[in-house]
């Protein structure tokens, strides 16, 4: 079946460089005589018709934007039958014929259980400040977070130093450390607390008290959200060290911002492969980085828990402490 109208829409959480990959589906797609519908918030848009055509001008003045224009929600409604089901009728009522998903793991996990049980082509392009696509080597959204997150660390340096104090600075990072792990590594932070590993935080004391005692007077602890609260730890440190200890909790700054050259020419490129995958009948792939290449990789494979080598940046930062 010729492809003639397509969709495109963003889930989950939102990453710096989503805008870049929506540009770049809407007009790589016009230029090949494709109509480009916008869906917006995500599979809510699909269930409730929430969907408008997109021209060339729909998408001027985003490359260097954060967040997604087609805005983003999670909805529960769409693991119901009835949800899916609406969501189909509008698929076949707007003559889509097929779907690009913007998105991370959990996304893909919906889009791979949709196109499968109503046979609708789908190609996800996988965009995650966290990382976590499996078989593929970085998500759009990624690199910006932590350099985010990382630009932040680089200025409450300067101060700990001026001002000889501790700093335990939480990022985000529910369930994985990779976030953290990167940052305190690219800044040379001296501790970093990840939901992966057992907290020790006597070990940690101790570090502190022995640098201190050695004429170390700063100190730099990041913490993934997953792993406990900047407020807690750094309280606890206070009580075991009797050293002034202050917190910065990063937040959702990390998901905004403007993406950085890697975020927006990945999403770019990913834009064009993901039109192309559609065009030649293919389906039920998320298209991105691996080995240095774009590759397309199932859904089934996509899905799986990434292995982030988490436990040998953790190591290597212990050793470069």
């Known amino acids: 079946m010729a492809i003639k109208r397509i969709a495109v829409l963003t889930t989950g959480g939102d990453a710096p460089g989503m805008n870049p990959a929506i540009r770049s589906v809407v007009r790589y797609g016009i230029s090949q005589k494709l109509e480009v519908m916008g869906v917006f918030r ?14 060339h001008r729909s998408v001027s003045g985003i490359i260097n934007q954060g967040g997604t224009i087609l ?23 707007n003559n889509i014929d097929g779907l690009v998903v913007i998105g991370g793991n959990g996304s893909f996990k919906a889009a791979h259980l949709f196109c499968t049980k109503f046979k609708v ?71 970093v607390i990840i939901p992966e590993k057992e907290l020790d935080l006597e070990a940690i004391c101790h570090d502190i008290v022995h640098g201190n005692l050695i004429g170390k007077m700063s100190w730099i602890i990041v913490i993934a959200e997953g792993a406990g609260r900047a407020d807690d730890i750094a309280k606890r440190i206070t009580d075991m060290t009797s050293l002034e200890t202050r917190t910065v909790v990063l937040g959702h700054v990390q998901r905004g911002g403007r993406p950085t050259a890697l975020s927006r020419t990945l999403a770019l490129d990913l834009g064009k492969v993901a039109v192309d995958c559609l065009i030649a009948g293919k389906t039920n792939k998320v298209v991105g980085l691996s080995c240095g290449k774009i590759a397309e990789i199932n859904f089934e494979t996509a899905v799986q828990k990434k292995d982030l080598k988490i436990l040998e940046l953790y190591s290597l930062i212990k050793t470069l402490t």
Do not use: H
């Open 42 to 55: 995500g599979w809510w848009g699909l269930i409730n018709e929430d969907l408008k055509i997109f021209d």
């Open 121 to 191: 082509p789908c190609i996800g392009i996988p965009a995650s400040i966290d990382n976590d696509v499996n078989g593929i080597d970085m998500t759009i959204g990624t690199d910006t977070a932590v350099n985010t997150a990382l630009d932040a660390i680089d200025k409450i340096r300067d101060t700990a130093t001026s001002m000889e104090r501790i700093f335990v600075v939480e990022v985000m990072g529910r369930d994985s450390g990779y976030i953290a792990l990167n940052v305190a590594l690219a800044g040379g932070c001296e501790g």
């Open 71 to 93: 805005k983003t929600a999670r909805c529960s409604e769409f693991f119901s039958a009835e949800g899916q089901l609406r969501a189909y009728d509008t698929i076949k009522k």
